[in-house]
């Protein structure tokens, strides 16, 4: 039988290295499984190891990020499902990280938790990085005595959300090269290409053709001025970041988009999906309405949207429901302030907003794959249409000279 390499958890924390015959992976798994261990790393005599519990490559940083937290949650509540007790899983956990920022975040966890501090309450005060969300999900479970529960469901929100945000990144990377390239290709004609043409035909004492001035003007402006275009750009970048910044700015910017045709109806059902989700989370996790609200609406990220889920959450908490306020406030689709009623009356609220953010979450995805196959044509033609412009600039210069040559 196949030799395999392992590393396993005990119960009391000590992981244990050594070899096991198996038939495969899965079978040696179960073999330590049978024997009170939690298998951590498996791999085939020779062969690079394959870690169980981590499913990608721990970064290098020296700092804890996002995707250090998120393996940090899906660790911890596959050490407690498995029975582990809560302060041998962060002992584990410190020993394995390959981070040592994460190192010493679950260190600091452990010692607090070790001198009688709930989870909720160290991971608060260990790093920025658990934010609100996170540490009202933990103390949902603290309380419903379900931590490891609320810990993998957790796993699944952060799963769910950095997944979302991967496919927008991707979505967006070719539409983003080909509209540098085509821009790099337009430039480098008008300062290059275009002033060798006009600059033979200026010796001939002839007066340039109308289209030909024109964009011989765009590229002495690019060859000239250059620097002038970058200042005007940055300066422009720099004030749109202090007028998003800026509160005020902020919601007449998200007003605007909102009522933009295409990227509107995207905005809204985007930051549906998000609330949607959160507060599924969290109502599924025991949290109770209004706290979930409060939480909920800081997810949303277009101003307009979060002032009006605040008027919302303010009615919540004089004791009206969710859907009536929500029926009004007309910030939410129809069909998700639908879906959120029928939820409320037959007691499955959580069940039904979670249905609402898969439905606009693939909306979502729908949406921007027509928006970016349509925007890719649009790139294509207007570059197209830009250089045809420039080329015929050049034709008519080239005309020109033969009939001075006649």
């Not at 690079?48 to 499913?55: D, F, G, Q, S, Y």
């Not at 990377?173 to 043409?197: D, G, K, N, T």
Request: hydrophobic share 50%.
């Amino acid at each position: 039988m196949p030799l395999f390499h392992y590393k396993a958890a005990r119960g009391d924390g000590q992981v244990d290295e050594g070899r096991i015959e198996a038939a495969d992976r899965d079978d040696a798994a179960r073999i330590l499984q049978g024997q009170g261990s939690i298998p951590i790393q498996i791999d085939s005599a020779g062969t690079a190891p394959v870690n169980i519990l981590r499913p990608s490559k721990r970064s290098d940083s020296s700092q804890a990020g996002s995707a250090d937290i998120d393996l940090f949650t899906l660790e911890l509540a596959t050490l407690l499902r498995a029975g582990l007790p809560l302060g041998q899983s962060l002992d584990t956990l410190a020993g394995l990280t390959e981070n040592p920022a994460m190192a010493r975040i679950a260190d600091a966890v452990n010692t607090e938790v070790r001198g009688g501090k709930p989870l909720s309450t160290a991971i608060e005060q260990a790093d920025p990085g658990f934010d609100r969300f996170y540490c009202n999900m933990v103390r949902a479970g603290e309380s419903s005595g379900a931590l490891d529960i609320a810990l993998e469901r957790l796993a699944a929100f952060r799963a769910n959300r950095s997944e979302m945000r991967q496919a927008l990144i991707s979505a967006l990377i070719y539409p983003a090269i080909l509209l540098s390239l085509a821009l790099i290709a337009v430039a480098v004609m008008l300062a290059f290409v275009v002033p060798q043409f006009t600059e033979m035909f200026a010796e001939a004492g002839r007066e340039l053709p109308m289209l030909t001035r024109i964009v011989a003007g765009a590229g002495e402006l690019v060859t000239g001025w250059w620097w002038l275009m970058i200042l005007l750009i940055g300066a422009a970048v720099w004030w749109l970041r202090r007028d998003w910044a800026d509160p005020t700015g902020r919601a007449l910017w998200d007003a605007r988009l909102l009522r933009m045709p295409m990227v509107g109806p995207l905005i809204r059902k985007l930051q549906t999906a998000r609330f949607a989700r959160t507060l599924s989370t969290l109502l599924a996790s025991g949290v109770h309405l209004l706290p979930a609200m409060e939480i909920a609406k800081e997810i949303v990220g277009n101003a307009v949207m979060a002032k009006a889920l605040n008027h919302v959450a303010q009615r919540v908490r004089e004791g009206e429901g969710l859907s009536k306020p929500l029926t009004e406030a007309q910030i939410l689709p129809s069909l998700a302030t639908q879906l959120i009623k029928l939820g409320e009356t037959s007691g499955k609220l959580e069940h039904l907003l979670s249905q609402v953010a898969d439905i606009y979450e693939r909306d979502v995805q729908t949406m921007l794959k027509r928006l970016l196959t349509l925007a890719e044509p649009v790139i294509i033609i207007t570059i197209a249409l830009l250089i045809t412009v420039i080329i015929l600039s050049v034709v008519l210069m080239i005309l020109e000279s033969n009939n001075l040559a006649f």
